[in-house]
């Protein structure tokens, strides 16, 4: 069993390569026009009509770019709720006051993250989230999502469910990170909806 889950998550990280090589090739311009079709996509969500809290994340470099959508789900009176990386790769929550109030954050030669500088809410307030817009690098035909390998995301979504909550989780993806299939772990937990600036694919239960 060992073996085999260490061969999983060698193909994760193979996988991963070669996704993040992609976006590295896409030009500022690219980035930048994929951000504003995503916003459109994702605005037209109707699970994001209702929706009076929202779990999201600030985009940084090629990511699709969550910034246009972000102000404009504050500006519909939605509460946003921003992550902020703790040391054990486990989330702590801040409600997004707009660009402003982020600060930038780098955590031992990782990437930088742009999180709320305000109050911290903690672990459990993503529990009020009635949507969670999730970042990743690839999603398949079962919702099986792939992340940075940090696992944050595997924790919000266990404690989700521990805690008996249903939001829809949502990630955010460039149109080719939508594969056939993905290597899957036994703590991988499936996605309902993928958003990218072509459209929004729908993944069974
Ligand atoms: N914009 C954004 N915010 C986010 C995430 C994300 O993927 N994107 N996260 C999603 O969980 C959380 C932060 N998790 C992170 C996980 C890994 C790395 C990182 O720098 N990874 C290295 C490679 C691995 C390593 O060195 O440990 C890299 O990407 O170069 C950064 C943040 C919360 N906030
Ligand atoms: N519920 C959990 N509690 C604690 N650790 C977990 C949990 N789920 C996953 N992990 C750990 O997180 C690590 C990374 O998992 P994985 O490679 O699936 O990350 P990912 O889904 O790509 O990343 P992310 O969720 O941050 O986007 C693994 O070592 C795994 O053991």
Redesign the pocket.
Known sequence: MDHVAGAT?DG?RAV?RDLLAVRAALSDEEVAQAAVALADRALGLPELATARTVAAYVSVGHEPGTGALLDALRERGVRVLLPVLLAD??LDWGVYEGPGALVETERGGRMRLREPGGERLGREAVLDADVVL????AVDAHGV????????????L??LAAAGADPAPVVLLYGHEVVGRLPV?P??RPVRVAVTPEGVHRFPR
Do not use: I
């Open positions: 998550a994760k991963r790769d486990d999730l970042p990743g690098l999502r792939m992340g940075r390998g940090g696992g944050s995301y595997d924790r919000v266990a404690r772990e703590h991988d």
